[in-house]
């Protein structure tokens, strides 16, 4: 008689979400890599890290030359801190300085010059090595993990995008919420029209619509589609005989 065991292996998955800014794409990648044990990478980080290195070295945002030759002397790498992740840049801790409206424009900018995204793309793909890791972004299902084993695409109507980034500075206070919407507007139009890696969901990413959907439930419907791809079963003979 044959007795089949199923083994169940659990597979390590690289998961990207995508989306424009202000879908929630952080506070849910953060949540999700939580619930599965997994690391989370900003890759908006990094776009930041170069903007704000590029504008303490002087250099124009189409300054192709001059990001290339900032590039190579770069080093950005993510460690753990008190409370998630901390960018540094050559070992300098950048995390607090990047999130300013002007390295937000300029971060736009430089992410669309082509200097600028081979330098990343290596880093990136170096970063999703081990795998077990979500990775936040804009092109990560699209051109820097074609292969990942899990794609999301998250998005929201752009009032609602605008509102939450708004409620988000109103502590610094920094701009109004009209203000808010135009340059995220413009920062959209900028990420999804360039030529090189434009903000657009993968073929084969799932869409989820976050404008009326609580951040619990996205990563309820996320977690839905990624369970069934971690298990790996391999039936396998075993036992006294076979029939
Ligand atoms: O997610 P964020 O707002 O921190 O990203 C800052 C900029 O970086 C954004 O305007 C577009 C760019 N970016 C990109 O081009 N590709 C990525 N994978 C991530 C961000």
Redesign the pocket.
């Known amino acids: 008689m044959l007795h089949k065991t199923i083994l169940c292996y659990m597979k390590r998955l690289l998961i990207t979400i ?1 989306g424009p ?2 879908a929630g ?2 506070t849910v990648s953060r949540m999700l890599a939580d619930r599965l044990g997994y690391k989370y990478i ?7 890290g170069v ?1 704000l290195q590029a504008i303490s070295a002087g250099l124009k945002p189409d300054d192709d030359a001059g990001l290339e030759k900032l590039c190579s002397t770069l080093k950005m790498t993510f460690v753990p801190g008190k409370q998630g992740l901390r960018l540094l840049s050559n070992d300098a801790d950048i995390t607090d300085s ?2 300013t409206p002007e ?3 300029v ?6 010059r082509a200097v600028v ?1 081979r330098y ?1 793309l290596d880093v ?1 793909r170096e970063m999703g090595r081990e795998k077990a890791v979500v ?6 299902g699209t ?2 993990f074609p292969d990942a084993d899990v794609k999301f695409y998250l998005d929201a109507s752009l009032k609602t995008r605008a509102l939450r980034r708004y409620k988000e500075l109103a502590a610094g206070a920094f701009q109004m919420l009209d203000e808010v919407e135009s340059s995220m507007k413009q ?1 959209d139009e ?2 999804s029209t ?1 030529d090189l ?1 434009p ?1 657009k969901p993968a073929k084969d990413a799932i869409i989820i619509d976050s404008t009326d959907l609580p951040v619990k439930a996205v990563v309820e419907r996320m977690l839905a589609y990624i369970e069934p791809c971690k298990r790996t079963h391999f039936p396998s003979a075993s036992g006294p005989g076979r029939d």
């Open positions: 995508d800014a202000g794409k952080t900003d890759t908006g980080a990094l776009y930041r903007a990047i999130r390295i937000t424009m971060a736009s900018a430089v992410s669309a995204r990343l990136q990775f936040e972004g804009r092109d990560m051109v820097v920062r900028n990420d360039r890696a903000l």
